[in-house]
């Protein structure tokens, strides 16, 4: 069954450091995803991506977050400066389309630890 | 206001027996898509189910079904013969089609089944 592919399963880094986290979405699917879920928490969404361009975000994706798809395949979602209340599991989904009963197909997350 | 209210925070239910797991929801909006999600420990989302706001029957996906209560607005997950595999964080989730294509999830309702 067709997956939706997150590295790395883990990153540590130090606050104030760039991270990229990727993706690589199901391939015929043309909606991608972020969402980020703090520990213990509930699941928040981030923002999507369609036709190479944002076309949602919630108030949460700041000037510090940013997302690329550089070439066919990849998706990903790069955090500035990192803070210490960046340390969340990060998920990436994709969707074939925009239509009532298009499921969204998670990958599996990137745990990401801010020291 | 909460769009996605899940009252209870844990549930506890013997091998076999049936669970019902609580969802409301608030919008305005007259078509929207409800969704459960499964996160075991290992912290994967995985899809368990889809009810359409015009789906007139309720949605069944083998041991899962959804007892949908448009009026009352809620969505509980019903979960026919738990079995120990079933011990996991369950998320209800709504998509606004008004809105956007973002899920809003819930906070959650940790199930522990028990032999």
């Known amino acids: 069954e067709p997956e939706v592919t997150q590295t790395p399963s883990h990153q540590v880094t130090q606050m104030g450091q760039e991270v990229i986290l990727r993706c690589v979405p199901i391939?015929?699917?043309?909606?991608f995803y972020w969402y980020r879920q703090i520990l213990g928490q509930k699941v928040e969404f981030l923002v999507s991506?369609?036709?190479?361009?944002?076309?949602?975000k919630s108030e949460i994706f700041d000037d510090q977050f940013s997302v690329e798809r550089p070439d066919g395949s990849n998706f990903t979602l790069k955090i500035r400066s990192t803070k210490l209340e960046d340390s969340a599991m990060y998920f990436c989904?994709?969707?074939?389309?925009?239509?009532?009963?298009?499921?969204?197909?998670f990958g599996s997350g990137t745990r990401l630890t801010v020291v | 206001a909460q769009k996605i209210t899940q009252t209870q925070p844990g549930m506890f239910v013997q091998e076999k027996e049936a669970v019902t797991l609580d969802c409301t929801y608030d919008?305005?909006?007259?078509?929207?898509?409800l969704f459960w999600y499964k996160q075991p420990s290992s912290g994967e989302m995985i899809f368990l189910i889809y009810q359409g706001s015009y789906d007139e029957q309720n949605a069944t996906e083998g041991r899962y079904s959804l007892n949908f209560q448009k009026a009352r607005k809620s969505a509980n997950l019903v979960i026919s013969a738990s079995q120990l595999g079933d011990s996991a964080m369950y998320f209800c989730?709504?998509?606004?089609?008004?809105?956007?294509?973002?899920?809003?999830f819930g906070k959650g309702t940790t199930l522990s089944v028990s032999s």
């Open positions: 989730a709504m998509r606004e089609f008004q809105a956007g294509t973002a899920l809003i």
């Open positions: 919008t305005s909006d007259q078509s929207y898509g």
């Open positions: 991506f369609y036709n190479n361009e944002i076309s949602e």
């Open positions: 391939s015929n699917h043309l909606y």
């Open positions: 989904a994709s969707s074939e389309g925009d239509i009532q009963n298009y499921g969204y197909t």
